[in-house]
């Protein structure tokens, strides 16, 4: 997905945001603040915005000295998580459909901010998610949840790539990845994290404190990048990546940087931001299952 | 009221839509976005953001062209808000306390986005911000809504200045000041517009086009600022602003340019944007109306 006029307002937002986490002074939050004006207009919109993320979250860690501003959030998060896998195993196993549920709740994972909320919001907001039927037919019929197409490349893969996403939200990843370990056994997954601080992304530790080893090799992309950029990415990464059955892509970081890429990949998302909803053609906090064929999607939308 | 680094991002945000208003194309977004970049990081923080909104506004009339980006937006305020003078008249009427009731209309006047609303949305709005009469107790007991020395000021004056904010609320501005001068007919009124285009704001012809030419004096404030920047107005106006016995001021933009000033002042406005609510004290869509003493309200802020 390219950058659209719109991302340049929020690219500031998102800087002081992650200043303020990063505990800068006024004085340094500013300075970055000033070091976004001076790399905006350079900025070529033709690339997608975690690249100028990248860039970004850089400058926060360059000018603070705090080389990941979000780790006590990402810490958190995955406790939270972890707290509630029991209660969503027992979900996934009470439903008719194990996987589909698990699907669903996987993409569901990325809503919460995990810091501000308790145990029963969560279960809420989960239960409206799981429960909004008549959204998941109405998608289902426009394209937008193609879990018949995920079923059918789940079936014939030998090997999958799993691109994670957030701290915390892997806790929900890793029930997935338990349902599909149990239906298809001989399945080989590689959990793919990010090499570096890139916001709340999670990290090999991450993986580690969450569980995912158990379920699948933890590898890293390599990059630092909030989303995977192919040309940060490392030489292994890219080999798993090319020669991988099915790749299974979690959030919108991962839309935006892959959504142009020339092979098959099914993107899990909750389309939070409005400008990528619009990309999509869905509404804000849907749920979305795109089954990407290459880069014929990224031309129909333009 | 200084600018705050959240203006900042909001600033890219404003110079987008004003583009967009101004029939700009991608390109010309582009360029005028660059040119905020380039000007942010030598803004000082504490001027007012309607200080920053002025050059943005500039930039979006020298990059397109276009002198009045907003003439039809406001003149479609303008007609839509005539449409129910009457009604809002017989509101008035029809209340306890006329007085109370049409300063009451008169803030809420701010809040209606006319192009998007019906009569009947409208109405329903108007009469919610009516009803909350717990709102209104518990904000006269903050000291959010100082009616009484609003109403003590009233009295005791011979000369009023009043600055007008939007086209279209300037209807609900005449419904106060008809209210006003049928209980204190012995009061002279003026009535402020913009000199020049300045996003939504009311000008000459619209305070025409509204009738306040019947209820006051319109004059202009001599200036192009989405406020009151009294450095950019005219000798006529600073006379007139410095003597007056009471000043009423509508809106945020002329709070944030005259919070800081020295002389008594009424704000009267809805906190539509979080900044100026969290620099008051107050919650976002809160009906607020401060009697400013002076310097001292600014300073207990810090």
Known sequence: MKTYLDCIP??????????????????????ILNEVARVVPEFRLDTSPPEMARTIYRTVREKTGVDDPYAHIKEESNRFALNI??????????????????????????????GAKNTLNVDEE?????????????????????????????????????LADNAGEIVFDRVLL????????H???WFAVKEKPAINDALM??????????????????????????????????????TADMVISKGQGN???????????????LAKCPIIADHIGCGVGDVILLNHQGILLEKRKG
């Open 126 to 162: 989960l239960e409206k998610i799981l429960a909004d039927e008549q959204q998941a037919i109405e998608h289902e019929e426009a394209g937008l949840f193609q879990d018949d197409a995920f079923l059918g490349a789940l079936k014939k893969s030998k090997h999958i790539l799993y």
């Open 178 to 185: 338990e349902v599909i370990r149990q239906q298809y056994p």
């Open 10 to 31: 929020c690219f500031f937002k998102q800087a002081l945001d992650a200043s303020r986490i990063a505990g800068a002074d006024a004085e340094t939050q500013r300075q």
């Open 205 to 242: 530790k991450d993986a580690v404190m969450c569980g995912l080893h158990e379920v699948a090799e933890v590898i890293s992309s390599g990059s630092d990048a909030p989303g995977t950029l192919l040309e940060h990415c490392s030489e292994s990464f890219l080999k798993i990546f090319k």
């Open 187 to 189: 399945i080989k997954i």
């Open 255 to 269: 839309f935006e940087t892959l959504s142009g890429t020339d092979r098959q990949i099914f993107f899990l998302l």
């Open 85 to 114: 896998h029991d209660q969503l195993i027992r979900k996934v196993e009470n439903s008719g459909d194990p996987l589909f549920t698990a699907v669903e709740l996987a993409i569901a994972g990325n809503i919460i901010d995990y």
